[in-house]
């Protein structure tokens, strides 16, 4: 089992690759589109990168649920 | 004739003979070859094992993150336009978003997209394809995104028409700025598909030079032993102004694009007509939309790819709509064939010839057909006073365009 520390590192280095954010700048609090500036198509990159690292299901329908990297981390961490 | 006059305000390029416009340009005055063997482990089983790749790759001007997102046909073409825009002392001027339109286009557009997400589709599924693979595709990608990074309302225009298209691209932009639209055109063509597929099509219709141990040899329009056009990719784009506009703004102003022609043969999907009749035809209404007569030709900027059916015909058109007397030439005996860029980056050179009095030569013209019967500037760049010069394009699919441009 991973660690929210580890799933928001995971995250954070997913997010380099695919939008290009700062890995210091990713913290639970932070909003996808509002703080870390990741759009629509690169939040679904975003998602299908954290399903194959973290080996969970992210339906479609929960994506938009998961508002913050907290909300992500959670999710992660719930059904992993 | 139209009453509106329209120059040539910027260049913008992206070659196999250089990243920008100057070491294109000086590569061509040099007689350099673009051309090389394809290092790529796919190109081992290919026919045809040579092109023109581009000489300074996209990742070494476009940040990582962007061109993700980015055919490279997409790229390359922002590299070009951006280049442009610069050059017309465009950046922070303050230009009127709903007078600026842009008319860019490719001839095969984002196959490599394309492609490479079929070939992860058929390896992982569905959900692994990039959800950015439409953008990255569509044919109007190019003149798209090219419109959002300036800003562009006027209309965005994606041409194709095969190997005419960086040429139509510049026709539809003298027509936009003619007819009022806008004051302001960035327009040109992109092309970037090395990539096994379209490699093998091209191979398949055996249009394609199979001199594969001598690559810088390969091309060589006119030329008795010429067996074919090299594969090239690249980026040309020119920003096209209404002179009035570029004049109240103090613009640089490189040559006047005086006239164009577009034609169709209506004949065949890839033969050209043996008597060059469409070709003739759009050369004709190139002059006459300058005012000008085949007299006044100094210099044509020849479409001539290399292949043993294509080059000659485009002779007798010279011949026939223009004279005898025009010092002719091809750069794609260097650059290879750009495809939809090749009538923007060879516009560019007719231009640069205008402005610097200088041919650019064709080289491995060697032992020339014993058809040529015009002056080719041959081996060497030629020093000539050009007052009117014309670029030729021709395109699978019977498409014929010619441009004029003129001393400013």
Redesign the interface.
Same mark, same amino acid.
């Given at each position: 089992m991973a660690t929210r520390e580890e799933i928001t590192s995971g995250l954070a280095e997913i997010l380099e690759e695919v939008a290009g954010v700062n890995p210091d700048d990713v913290a639970e609090g932070k909003s996808f589109t509002d703080d870390l500036d990741v759009d629509s198509l690169s939040m679904v990159e975003v998602v299908v990168a954290a399903e194959e690292k973290f080996g969970v299901k992210i339906p479609d329908n929960e994506v938009q649920n998961l508002k913050t990297v907290g909300d992500a981390v959670s999710y992660i961490e719930a059904n992993h | 004739m139209s009453n509106v006059d329209v120059v040539v305000t910027g260049l913008g390029a992206t070659t196999p003979l250089g990243g920008d416009v100057a070491s294109t340009w000086d590569a061509m005055l040099a007689g350099r070859s673009g051309v090389s063997a394809l290092t790529q482990e796919w190109a081992a089983q290919m026919p045809v094992r040579i092109a023109a790749e581009l000489a300074v790759e996209p990742s070494e001007v476009i940040? #990582?993150?962007r061109l #993700? #997102?980015l055919d490279r046909s997409e790229a390359i073409a922002l590299i070009a336009a951006k280049q442009a825009w610069a050059d017309a002392g465009l950046e922070g001027s303050g230009l009127d978003p709903e007078r600026l339109g842009v008319s860019f286009g490719s001839g095969i557009g984002g196959a490599q997209t394309l492609l490479n997400q079929d070939d992860i589709l058929e390896a992982s599924g569905p #959900?692994?394809v990039?959800?950015?693979t439409v953008p990255m595709l569509m044919p109007n990608g190019p003149a798209a995104w090219i419109g959002i990074d300036f800003g562009a309302q006027a209309g965005v225009h994606a041409m194709a028409s095969a190997c005419a298209t960086g040429a139509e691209a510049l026709a539809l932009g003298l027509d936009i700025i003619r007819s009022g639209r806008a004051d302001v055109v960035i327009a040109g063509g992109t092309e970037a598909v090395i990539h096994p597929l379209p490699f093998a099509g091209f191979a398949a219709m055996r249009a394609m030079s199979t001199r594969n141990d001598e690559p810088e040899k390969a091309s060589r329009p006119w030329d008795k032993n010429r067996d074919g056009f090299v594969f090239g990719e690249g980026s040309g784009a020119v920003i096209l102004e209404r002179a009035d506009h570029a004049k109240a703004r103090g613009a640089r102003v490189y040559a006047r694009l005086a006239g164009a022609g577009i034609t169709s043969d209506g004949f065949d999907i890839v033969q050209p007509d043996p008597e060059c009749k469409g070709g003739i035809r759009a050369m004709s209404r190139a002059l006459r939309d300058a005012g000008l007569t085949g007299a006044d030709i100094a210099h044509v900027n020849a479409h001539a790819t290399s292949t043993p059916a294509g080059d000659m015909g485009e002779i007798i058109g010279i011949r026939t709509a223009v004279g005898a007397h025009p010092v002719i030439t091809s750069t794609k005996s260097m650059s290879g064939h750009l495809l939809g860029a090749a009538g923007a980056v060879e516009s560019i050179a007719a231009i640069l010839a205008i402005r610097d009095s200088v041919v650019p030569p064709t080289i491995n013209l060697d032992d020339p057909d014993d058809r040529l019967d015009l002056d080719v500037a041959a081996h060497k760049a030629r020093p000539l006073e050009i007052h009117a010069a014309m670029n030729n394009s021709f395109g699978f699919g019977g498409h014929n365009v010619a441009l004029v441009f003129t001393r400013p």
């Amino acid at each position: 089992m991973a660690t929210r520390e580890e799933i928001t590192s995971g995250l954070a280095e997913i997010l380099e690759e695919v939008a290009g954010v700062n890995p210091d700048d990713v913290a639970e609090g932070k909003s996808f589109t509002d703080d870390l500036d990741v759009d629509s198509l690169s939040m679904v990159e975003v998602v299908v990168a954290a399903e194959e690292k973290f080996g969970v299901k992210i339906p479609d329908n929960e994506v938009q649920n998961l508002k913050t990297v907290g909300d992500a981390v959670s999710y992660i961490e719930a059904n992993h | 004739m139209s009453n509106v006059d329209v120059v040539v305000t910027g260049l913008g390029a992206t070659t196999p003979l250089g990243g920008d416009v100057a070491s294109t340009w000086d590569a061509m005055l040099a007689g350099r070859s673009g051309v090389s063997a394809l290092t790529q482990e796919w190109a081992a089983q290919m026919p045809v094992r040579i092109a023109a790749e581009l000489a300074v790759e996209p990742s070494e001007v476009i940040e #990582r993150v962007r061109l #993700r #997102r980015l055919d490279r046909s997409e790229a390359i073409a922002l590299i070009a336009a951006k280049q442009a825009w610069a050059d017309a002392g465009l950046e922070g001027s303050g230009l009127d978003p709903e007078r600026l339109g842009v008319s860019f286009g490719s001839g095969i557009g984002g196959a490599q997209t394309l492609l490479n997400q079929d070939d992860i589709l058929e390896a992982s599924g569905p #959900r692994k394809v990039s959800p950015h693979t439409v953008p990255m595709l569509m044919p109007n990608g190019p003149a798209a995104w090219i419109g959002i990074d300036f800003g562009a309302q006027a209309g965005v225009h994606a041409m194709a028409s095969a190997c005419a298209t960086g040429a139509e691209a510049l026709a539809l932009g003298l027509d936009i700025i003619r007819s009022g639209r806008a004051d302001v055109v960035i327009a040109g063509g992109t092309e970037a598909v090395i990539h096994p597929l379209p490699f093998a099509g091209f191979a398949a219709m055996r249009a394609m030079s199979t001199r594969n141990d001598e690559p810088e040899k390969a091309s060589r329009p006119w030329d008795k032993n010429r067996d074919g056009f090299v594969f090239g990719e690249g980026s040309g784009a020119v920003i096209l102004e209404r002179a009035d506009h570029a004049k109240a703004r103090g613009a640089r102003v490189y040559a006047r694009l005086a006239g164009a022609g577009i034609t169709s043969d209506g004949f065949d999907i890839v033969q050209p007509d043996p008597e060059c009749k469409g070709g003739i035809r759009a050369m004709s209404r190139a002059l006459r939309d300058a005012g000008l007569t085949g007299a006044d030709i100094a210099h044509v900027n020849a479409h001539a790819t290399s292949t043993p059916a294509g080059d000659m015909g485009e002779i007798i058109g010279i011949r026939t709509a223009v004279g005898a007397h025009p010092v002719i030439t091809s750069t794609k005996s260097m650059s290879g064939h750009l495809l939809g860029a090749a009538g923007a980056v060879e516009s560019i050179a007719a231009i640069l010839a205008i402005r610097d009095s200088v041919v650019p030569p064709t080289i491995n013209l060697d032992d020339p057909d014993d058809r040529l019967d015009l002056d080719v500037a041959a081996h060497k760049a030629r020093p000539l006073e050009i007052h009117a010069a014309m670029n030729n394009s021709f395109g699978f699919g019977g498409h014929n365009v010619a441009l004029v441009f003129t001393r400013p």
